[in-house]
Structures are given as structure tokens and as C-alpha cells.
């Protein structure tokens, strides 16, 4: 078993729609920070997966096959961990490519939106930047902040360096204007919540609710809904939880008697604030250690 060092079941690599570093760069970065235990869960994809398996063994790293689905639940917009599943499973790349082309099909009506509000993008720029990937909203903030013609946008000042959105521009931009409920958000048609249940675990896996203080907003008690419907774990320890909010998901963790995980959600440059291994998992540690060690490939 795994024993001295870090856990953390929640990194992207590139292979994430706003991913920043390849699974075998973020194996070794996960190896210089004290990682022992890791898993790639990359958005909607288990590309990275194999990669970082292979790398995991050849620097003493423990990897496990992981996955983050977007899917939705009563009108909210979740996301899903997927660990120890087999992400060699064909459902896994049909999924990707289904979301591929759902993401560039809302392209359009996105940059529509942002015109409408006084922020004009140039889908040119936006999609040589996106190296062959679906274009994001984290993206077409790091375009818009590239260029000084459109950096000088007033409603883009507070995501200028030393602006109050300005410590993590990409990730605050997409929040602020692209996310559920702002004013340039279109929405994706993902799966339920159910239905990416069933995927995970029909593919051997056991499935994860993340950081649900964020998709959650207020309403944590959706937690209960949630594992009623065949969640089997909480991702209680995130770099986004407070230690109140850890504490909350805790406790409802031990109530139902199911898993507790922890994750940093480390995307590199979109969120440069969060590094690996920021999801300190305190008391815990230990029993995830031992529960999680068992899905390693």
C-alpha cells in the first residue's frame, strides 16, 4: 500500500478542454510535490488516462483511472468523478467526441452573447489559439487579455493584473460570463446525473460528486438527493472548500456511509492560484489512502 506522501484524485491534463500540461508533465509535477496517489480526471475524456499510468510506474507514482462528466441534475449543472473505471471502455471516447462537437456547436452563440453584453471576441484568434481543441470560455478570456485592442475593453479591466479578477483571469472570466445563469451562457446538452452514474458504473467504476460547494451554490442538501440516486462518494477535501464547507460534506459522507475524496482540480495556467496537491485531506488522509489504492491500474 501506498503510505508516505501526498493524495490527490483530482488533476487535468491537456487532454481537458482547459488543461494546460500533458498527463505525463503532470505525473511528474505530481512526483515533485510530494504526490504518491493521483488521479488524471480529465473533463469527459479518459485520453490521458494510459499515459499517465505508464509514467505513474516509472516514477513510483500510483495512478488511478479517473474521469469528471459533466451532466446535469434537476436544471444544475454537476460534475461527476468516475475512479477506477475501465477507461479503455469505447462508451468513454464516444462520449468525447459527442461533447467535442456539442462544445464548438454552441461556438457561435456564445460569442453572440458576448457582443451583446460589449465584448467583442475574434473567432479567428480564438480558434488558431485552441491548438485543434473545442474552443472554451477560459480560452476566449486568454485570447481577449492577449491582444491590446481588446484588453483596453473596460468591462475586461477587472482581469488585468492587479485587477480584482485578476489573480486567476481565465477561470473568473468563464464564471462571471459563461457559466450557468451569466449572461453569455449556453447550455450544453449533457448527460443526467443519472445517466453518468450508470456509465461509471457499468465501466467498474464508483462514482464521485465534486467540489459540491460549487456546483451546489447554497443549496448543499441536494447531497442526499444526489447519493439516493447511486453516488457512492463526496469529494469533501477540494482546494475550493472551505474548512466549514469540508466539515458540511463530511458529515454527510459518514452518514451515508459513503467514500470521501480529495482533490486540488489543478488545471495549470487557467487556474494558476491551485497547484497539486493543495487538498490536504487532514484526519482522513489515511482511510482515503487505503479505500483509493485499491482502484490503482
Given amino acids: 500500500m501506498t503510505n508516505h506522501g501526498k493524495v490527490d484524485l483530482h488533476i487535468h491534463s491537456n487532454l481537458s478542454l482547459d488543461g494546460e500540461y500533458s498527463p ?23 485520453g490521458g488516462v494510459g499515459a499517465a499510468v505508464v509514467a505513474g510506474k516509472q516514477q513510483d507514482v500510483t ?6 462528466l459533466d451532466c446535469i441534475y434537476q436544471g444544475i449543472d454537476l460534475h461527476l468523478l468516475g475512479y477506477g473505471i475501465d477507461y479503455k471502455d469505447r462508451s468513454y471516447a464516444i462520449l468525447e467526441r459527442e461533447i467535442d462537437h456539442n462544445v ?22 480564438v480558434l488558431a489559439a485552441s491548438d485543434g481543441k473545442p474552443p472554451c470560455g477560459e480560452l476566449i478570456a486568454e485570447v481577449l487579455l492577449a491582444y491590446d485592442d481588446t484588453r483596453r475593453n473596460p468591462v475586461l479591466a477587472p ?7 485578476g489573480d486567476m483571469p481565465h477561470i473568473h472570466f468563464y464564471r462571471d460570463f459563461c457559466a450557468q445563469g451569466k449572461p453569455a451562457y ?22 464521485v460528486i465534486a467540489h459540491p460547494a460549487v456546483n451546489l451554490h447554497a443549496d448543499f442538501h441536494v ?5 439516493h440516486l447511486g453516488v457512492e462518494g463526496i469529494e469533501v477535501y477540494t482546494s475550493y472548500h472551505s474548512p466549514e464547507q469540508a466539515a458540511f460534506f463530511r458529515e454527510k459522507a459518514l452518514r451515508h456511509d ?40
Fill in 24 to 46: 505525463e508533465t503532470v505525473v511528474s509535477m505530481a512526483k515533485a510535490s510530494g504526490v504518491v496517489l493521483m488521479a488524471i480526471a480529465d473533463h469527459n475524456s479518459t
Fill in 63 to 68: 495512478v488511478v483511472p479517473a474521469i469528471e
Fill in 258 to 297: 459513503v467514500r470521501m475524496t480529495c482533490g486540488s482540480d489543478f488545471h495549470g495556467k487557467n487556474k494558476p492560484l491551485i497547484q497539486i496537491g493543495d487538498c490536504a485531506s487532514g484526519e482522513d488522509e489515511e482511510r482515503i489512502k487505503e479505500q483509493m489504492q485499491a482502484y490503482a491500474a
Fill in 104 to 125: 464548438r456547436a454552441i461556438f457561435s452563440e456564445t460569442l453572440e452573447k458576448l457582443t451583446r453584453i460589449g465584448i467583442e471576441v475574434d473567432p479567428d484568434r
Fill in 186 to 207: 449556453v447550455p450544453i446538452p449533457f448527460m443526467s446525473l443519472e445517466e453518468a452514474v450508470e456509465l461509471v458504473k457499468r465501466t467498474g467504476g464508483t462514482p
Fill in 159 to 165: 482581469y488585468l493584473p492587479g485587477g480584482e479578477r
Fill in 223 to 227: 447531497v442526499d438527493q444526489l447519493l
